[in-house]
């Protein structure tokens, strides 16, 4: 073979190679911010499906509002203050952070596959083209936070609602790229009804001071 054909296919192979990595560039330029979204919401779903069954589970048996909230009244009967047992608070919310780790580990990754084609939002071509496998793994650390709300209900009846917040990092795998998703989920643990006037200072009662950090490689 001649050393200009040599050459010929050389450059011809050199020029199929690079044309190639360009085509995958842009199609990953192109796809991935799409397959990102979608991957972050299906994963966010299986996660908060996950945290909030614990949470429920968790709390169903060991929350009760009357046992953790106090209600102090004077000779009158009028409410002078809430009191909450942070104590018990937190050590069910330890429990539940615990617990979700647990579940979350035990789960394993999250593998979510995608079809090219679902990136178009168009139903004819939505299943066609090879699939993206997108996995998730969840980073260890769970966040809870209390939280209250205190809504008029009528003449000197007020609701109190009580939240439980969590957040947790799970780890976002694509073929090209890893990146960190932030997951959180509100649950409401209990509400109830208080009868007699609220003073402000009352209404002011906060429980964010209230809740357990697990971070990361701690059980």
């Not at 799409?34 to 994963?43: G, L, P, Q, R």
């Not at 047992?85 to 979510?112: P, Y």
């Not at 990136?119 to 004819?124: L, Q, T």
């Amino acid at each position: 073979m001649h050393t200009k054909t040599k050459i010929k296919i050389l450059v011809i192979l050199l020029s199929i190679l690079i044309l190639f990595n360009v085509f995958l560039y842009e199609l990953n330029r192109v796809i991935s911010p799409a397959i990102s979204n979608i991957a972050d919401e299906e994963i966010k779903i299986r996660t908060v499906d996950i945290l909030n069954k614990t949470i429920l589970k968790e709390y169903s048996d060991k929350f009760n509002y009357d046992e953790v909230i106090k209600v102090d009244k004077d000779s009158e009967g009028n409410i002078i203050m809430l009191r909450a047992d942070t104590l018990k608070m937190n050590q069910i919310a330890c429990e539940v952070a615990i617990r979700a780790q647990e579940e979350l580990k035990e789960s394993g990754s999250i593998n979510i596959k995608i079809p090219v084609g679902y990136i178009f939002r168009n139903n004819i071509i939505s299943n066609m083209g090879p699939e993206v496998t997108v996995k998730a793994q969840q980073l260890g650390s769970i966040d809870t936070e209390y939280s209250s709300k205190f809504q008029s209900e009528g003449i000197n009846q007020t609701k109190h609602s009580i939240y439980i917040n969590v957040k947790t990092n799970v780890r976002v795998i694509f073929p090209m790229s890893v990146s960190k998703l932030e997951v959180k989920s509100q649950v409401p643990l209990a509400e109830t009804i208080i009868v007699g006037k609220v003073p402000s200072t009352a209404l002011q009662f906060d429980l964010k001071s209230a809740g357990f950090d697990l971070p990361e490689g701690k059980e």
